[in-house]
């Protein structure tokens, strides 16, 4: 059986393929920010009969309905925190107590942005080698100011902001921009939303591994599936495209 990070192939691809890029936790640090803000809201939560597991799986589970009813984002997310205090508490969260989890959620609210080591470079290198474009879920606005942030945009032939990455997103943008599944490569760190639903729709993907990525994008994935190149890190794109 294939390591979830041992590549499934040994030599670089053909130069004119279109690769294209996830942003949260593929480009840039994302999921760690939320992950520290729940951190500090657990601290200043201190409940008196839960522990930390207990209150950690009620608000996943919060939050996997908001982003059904609601979608992605820091809005979505402050939402989640304080609809799980007004569970954990049977009452509704006072104005004071959500003044208090919107400061511990600032990092997040003014999105800043943390690239992945080398990502710039790499993407500078594979720009003179291959077409890139970025395709990433959320809310618009907010995914758009955290493009702005990164300073990446001038890498990407396009720029591809949606609500959700299903087979579909994938069929659609492949027809809409004449790409060929078969010379195009979904690059992520979701086997849920990056890598899957690609391989369904006919494209190839590289898997590479966030140790911080959201429990909701947890997915298998096929360890036999030789369209899936694993990598441990973006950086190692470059010794296969």
């Not at 040994?10 to 994302?30: C, K």
């Not at 996943?60 to 609601?70: K, P, Q, R, T």
Request: aromatic share 6%; proline share 5%; charged share 25%.
């Amino acid at each position: 059986m294939t390591s979830p990070t041992t590549p499934t192939t040994s030599r670089p691809v053909q130069p004119g393929q279109v690769l294209i890029f996830d942003a949260d936790d593929t480009l840039w640090e994302m999921n760690l920010l939320f992950e520290r803000v729940i951190e500090d809201y657990l601290d200043w939560l201190e409940h008196p009969t839960l522990d930390r597991a207990e209150i950690r799986r009620i608000l996943d589970d919060i939050e996997a309905a908001n982003a059904v009813a609601h979608g992605y984002g820091s809005k979505v997310f402050l939402r989640s925190l304080g609809e799980c205090l007004e569970h954990l508490r049977a009452r509704p969260a006072t104005a004071r107590e959500r003044t208090e989890i919107d400061e511990l959620a600032v990092a997040l609210v003014e999105h800043r942005v943390e690239l992945l080591p080398g990502v710039a470079q790499t993407l500078d290198t594979l720009g003179s080698r291959h077409e890139l474009r970025l395709l990433t879920k959320g809310a618009l606005d907010e995914q758009q100011r955290k493009i702005d942030a990164s300073n990446l945009a001038h890498h990407f032939a396009g720029i591809h902001i949606v609500a959700e990455k299903r087979v579909d997103t994938y069929v659609e943008l492949a027809a809409t921009h004449g790409l060929e599944p078969g010379r195009t490569w979904m690059i992520g760190n979701s086997p849920k939303s990056d890598i899957n639903p690609a391989r369904r729709a006919g494209m190839n993907a590289v898997f590479i591994p966030n140790r911080h990525t959201w429990v909701l994008e947890h997915d298998e994935v096929d360890p036999d599936d030789d369209g899936v190149l694993r990598l441990d890190a973006f950086t190692d794109l470059l010794a296969h495209f």
